[in-house]
Nanobody, 123 residues
Framework: VQLVESGGGSVQPGGSLRLSCFRSGDTYSSDYCMAWFRQVPGKEREAVASIYSGGSSTRHSGSVSGRFTISQDAGKNTVYLEMNNLKPEDTSMYYC?????????????????WGQGTQVTVS
C-alpha cells in the first residue's frame, strides 16, 4: 500500500486547509481504515481522525473535534482532512496512515502503512 499526502501549506490563524491522501497498491481490500496523525519534532505523534472505508464511521480527537472533518471518496481512493479555524498549535507534519480494519481507531501503533507527510504551518 502506498499513501501520498498533499495539500499542506502555510495559513494564518482562523484559516482553512484541505489535506488529501491518495491510496494505491492494495485496492482489492474492502475493509480498511485510513487515518490522519500529526507530529511535531521532539513530541509524540498525535491522532487526529480516522475513517472506515465501508461507511461513514469516523473518529476525531478531542483537540480537533468541531474544526477538522475526515471524509473519503472511495471511487478516487482518496481521504481528505478538512481543517477549519486553524490555530498555531495545529502546526505540525500531518501523516496519512492505513490498515485493514472494521472500525476506525486512533491508535497509531496499529497502522502498518504510512505516507511521507505534508507540513501544515499556522502563523
Amino acid at each position: 500500500v502506498q499513501l501520498v499526502e498533499s495539500g499542506g501549506g502555510s495559513v494564518q490563524p482562523g484559516g482553512s486547509l484541505r489535506l488529501s491522501c491518495f491510496r494505491s497498491g492494495d485496492t482489492y481490500s474492502s475493509d480498511y481504515c485510513m487515518a490522519w496523525f500529526r507530529q511535531v519534532p521532539g513530541k509524540e505523534r498525535e491522532a487526529v481522525a480516522s475513517i472506515y472505508s465501508g461507511g461513514s464511521s469516523t473518529r476525531h480527537s478531542g483537540s480537533v473535534s468541531g474544526r477538522f472533518t475526515i471524509s473519503q471518496d472511495a471511487g478516487k481512493n482518496t481521504v481528505y482532512l478538512e481543517m477549519n479555524n486553524l490555530k498555531p498549535e495545529d502546526t505540525s507534519m500531518y501523516y496519512c496512515a492505513a490498515k485493514a480494519c472494521l472500525w476506525p481507531n486512533l491508535q497509531s501503533e496499529t497502522y502498518p502503512y504510512w505516507g511521507q507527510g505534508t507540513q501544515v504551518t499556522v502563523s
